[in-house]
Every structure is written in structure tokens, then in C-alpha cells.
């Protein structure tokens, strides 16, 4: 019997040992990982409903604004000059309106308000009344208009002494708006009263300032915490109509506010942008910390942005431009162009989300080899189909309208090149997001 209980106490140690592995490393993960997942749901009385629906944490954004400094010149063909400046802060708060809950399907369908307040305490001194020298974006869009009406918009032009740049400030700019009176003519006299531009004025927020959005329809997460947030229909659309293909049409991930938990280095975070009029996708950069909290960073991929011959998903983005580039260097080399046909002018073509807007950074100096040098092309490809923007003449009602990165980061050598004041930095200007690794919250 006292041989034998040595043995015992050995065969006990080993089966507590056993069992606490097993508790540690198998049961009490999964216990958490449940409880993870019972909280991270759209489901009204959760705390994580609450903050979704009414988001209390405050929310900065940074705009910095390109002041034109020689408009006189660029008339006459000089390069532009720019100068940025900023920031200029503003706290947003978020509201949502639910419109129906679908328990069944395991969806919520809601509006979202977005009101801006400008922060001068976070903005270094400056004021919304700074005046800009900026080009006249609406102006700039009659650029296209067939020639049967343009010496008409011509004449409207003149007669209110309309000029390609004028001179607003910050507020003007991007939500109190300024009139446009070439647009009210155009509206009376050529389109029989249609509205072209809420109430003749324009601003790159103007009438959006604490207004609903258009509906979203997406996953709570209850029945499955992978969908969590996950977009099923944007406007009551399961896809777009914009672009030339179906890759390109898809209606991809969340709206970039939240994701579904336990987020991994291996993860493709897949995000639908409204004002970019497509899907984008965000891919693991690094391990990060922020105030002693684990997580990863996750950024904007340059192959993302590509032109078409280098990667071929971004062809459906920029087909039947009509204008085909053959050979040479992007941006840079020869060309054989057909003309794309005229754009009829229409009410639709000056809906209020007309004109996209793009956040810059700070200003950076940096040497000449830090700016990406040119892509040779290798293959037939839209010559506007460029590295670094996307075309939203398809969804801005056929304008010629594109949507840059922050001073053409990623973009072509020529872009950058032809304006004086641009500064593309990686660590600046490009596109990532910060999740705690475990509720895939942002950091």
C-alpha cells in the first residue's frame, strides 16, 4: 500500500495537470470567446447596441485645405502652386435612425445622421472664416457640356462675372455653401426649373450637415459573429450599377465603423466607401500598441489602386472611357484617342452628392527619389484609368470627377510632378486603421 501511493499522487498530479491545460488552454478560451461573441451583437438592450446607434465617443476629423497660390498663372498655362493648410478640426456625432429589425434574416435596417461641429480648440488657431483661393468646382464642371448649349452657359458665365477661381472661406467651402448663379440660369433657362443644385448653392457638405443618409440594411451578428456589421443592401441595392463588371459591382464588407471580432494577421478587412462609389479592402501592415493595448494595424494596399495592367481587378473601374492607351510610359507616353461622346446635360447629372471631397494630411517634406517613379505599360488600358485615383465619372452622373489619395500617394510620377506643393509620404497620407485584436475595436 505505501509502494502504491507514490504512485497514486504521480497518476493525480498528472490528471490535474492534464485538467488544467485543458481548462486554460481549451475550455476557458472558449467560454470567453462566447462571451465575446454574446456581447459583440446589433441586438437592442446590449451595450454594444446602445453605442452603435448613438456613438458617444468623440469623433475628429482633420481637413486640410490646398490654398491655389498663383490662379493668375495658371490661366495663362503656368503649373499650379499650392500651398495646404489645416487642420481644420471638427467632432462629428453619429445618430441612427432604425428603420425595421428582421430577426429572421438577422438584419437591422437604419439612416445615420452625421452632424459636424468645427473645434477651434484643436485647431491650432485658425478660424472657418480663413479665406481660400479654390477652383470653381461647378464652373469647372460645364467644362464637358456639348457644344450646343456651351456658348449659352458661356454667356451665363459672363453676365455674373463667374471665374475658373474664386475666393471662399473654409466654412463656404465645405458646408455653409456660396450661390451659383450660372447653375440657377442654367436651371430656369435651359431645364425648365429643374433643381440642379439644392437651393442654387454649393459646398462639398452643403445640405448633409445633421441630415439622414440613405437606408443600410446589415447583419447583427446574432446568428453568426463573422457577419457582424456586414453590408447586405445600400440604398435597397444588393449591388451596383456603376462600374463594368461584377467584381467591380460588389457591395463588400461594413461601412468601416465596425467589424466582427477576434480579428487575425491573416484577415482581409473589406469596407464599402459611399463617397468613393465602390468596395475597398484594407490588409495586415504590423503589430501596433496604444496605451499598452495589443492590436494590429491594417492599411490601404498600393495594389489597390493600381492601373489596369498591373492589376487586372481594376478594369472593370475604368472601362468604356473611350480613350485607350497603346504604349509608352503611364502618364507620359504616346497616345491613340477617340473622343468620348458628348455628356447630355440632365437634373440627375447635379444631384447634391454630386462633388466627392478628399481629406488631406500634414505636409511633408521629402526628396525627389521618395516620389514614385513612372509604370511602364505593358498592355492596351483606359489612359484614365491612372494609378492612384478613382474615376467617378460613372456615378457622379458622367462628370469628370476623380477621387485622389492625399497628394496623389501611390499615384502617377506626372501628377505629382505637375503641381508644385505636392508631398506623397506613406507614413502621411496613406489609409489604415488600428484594431484591438480580441473586439476588433479601433484603437
Keep these: 500500500m505505501q509502494k502504491a501511493l507514490p504512485l497514486i499522487l504521480i497518476g493525480l498530479g498528472i490528471f490535474f495537470l492534464l485538467a488544467a491545460v485543458i481548462v486554460g488552454w481549451v475550455v476557458f478560451p472558449k467560454v470567453v470567446q462566447n462571451k465575446i461573441t454574446s456581447q459583440v451583437q446589433l441586438k437592442e438592450g446590449t451595450l454594444t447596441w446602445d453605442k452603435w446607434r448613438n456613438i458617444t465617443t468623440p469623433i475628429f476629423i482633420k481637413y486640410y485645405l490646398f490654398n491655389v497660390t498663383n490662379a493668375g498663372e495658371i490661366i495663362k498655362g503656368a503649373k499650379p502652386i499650392v500651398e495646404e493648410k489645416g487642420p481644420y478640426v471638427y467632432e462629428q456625432k453619429r445618430l441612427k435612425t432604425i428603420v425595421k429589425i428582421d430577426e429572421e434574416h438577422d438584419t437591422v435596417t437604419y439612416k445615420q445622421a452625421i452632424t459636424y461641429f468645427f473645434r ?15 477652383i470653381n468646382i461647378p ?24 471665374t ?16 451659383q448663379h450660372t447653375v440657377k440660369d442654367i436651371s430656369e433657362k435651359l431645364m425648365d426649373g429643374k433643381v440642379l443644385l439644392p437651393d442654387n448653392m454649393f459646398a462639398l457638405y452643403y445640405g448633409k450637415n445633421g441630415t439622414n443618409g440613405v437606408e443600410f440594411e446589415v447583419r447583427r451578428g446574432v446568428e453568426d ?25 460588389m457591395i463588400n464588407g461594413t461601412d468601416g465603423s465596425i467589424f466582427a471580432p477576434f480579428v487575425t494577421r491573416d484577415r482581409t478587412l473589406e469596407i464599402f466607401s459611399e463617397e468613393l462609389c465602390r468596395s475597398l479592402y484594407l490588409t495586415y501592415q504590423e503589430d501596433i500598441e496604444h496605451h499598452g493595448v495589443p492590436g494590429f494595424r491594417f492599411s490601404l494596399p498600393s495594389k489597390l489602386l493600381q492601373r489596369a495592367s498591373q492589376n487586372k481587378d481594376n478594369r472593370c473601374f475604368c472601362e468604356d472611357i473611350g480613350i485607350k492607351e497603346t504604349s509608352g510610359v503611364s502618364g507620359t507616353g504616346e497616345k491613340e484617342a477617340e473622343k468620348p461622346p458628348p455628356i447630355q446635360i440632365s437634373a440627375d447629372d447635379f ?8 481629406t488631406e494630411e500634414e505636409k511633408v517634406e521629402v526628396k525627389k527619389e521618395e516620389v514614385e517613379e513612372p509604370t511602364p505599360v505593358t498592355e492596351e488600358v483606359p489612359s484614365q484609368c491612372r494609378a492612384g485615383v478613382i474615376l467617378l465619372s460613372a456615378c457622379k452622373g458622367g462628370k469628370p470627377i476623380i477621387a485622389s489619395t492625399p497628394h496623389f500617394l501611390f499615384g502617377e510620377f506626372t501628377d505629382v510632378s505637375n503641381v508644385e506643393g505636392l508631398h506623397p509620404v506613406e507614413e502621411k497620407h496613406g489609409t489604415f486603421i488600428d484594431l484591438e485584436v480580441v473586439r476588433t475595436q479601433k484603437l
Design 120 to 134: 477651434s480648440d484643436l485647431s491650432d488657431g485658425r478660424s472657418v472664416e480663413d479665406i481660400f483661393t479654390i
Design 139 to 162: 464652373l469647372a464642371g460645364f467644362a464637358t457640356t456639348p457644344l450646343a448649349v456651351r456658348d449659352t452657359i458661356n454667356g451665363f458665365v459672363q453676365k455674373h462675372k463667374e
Design 164 to 179: 475658373l477661381f474664386i475666393q471662399r472661406t473654409v466654412d463656404e467651402f465645405l458646408f455653409k455653401g456660396y450661390p
Design 225 to 249: 459573429s463573422a457577419e457582424f456589421g456586414e453590408i447586405m443592401k445600400w440604398d435597397n441595392k444588393t449591388d451596383l450599377n456603376w462600374w463594368g463588371g461584377k467584381y467591380c459591382n
Design 351 to 358: 444631384d447634391d452628392g454630386f462633388f466627392a471631397e478628399d
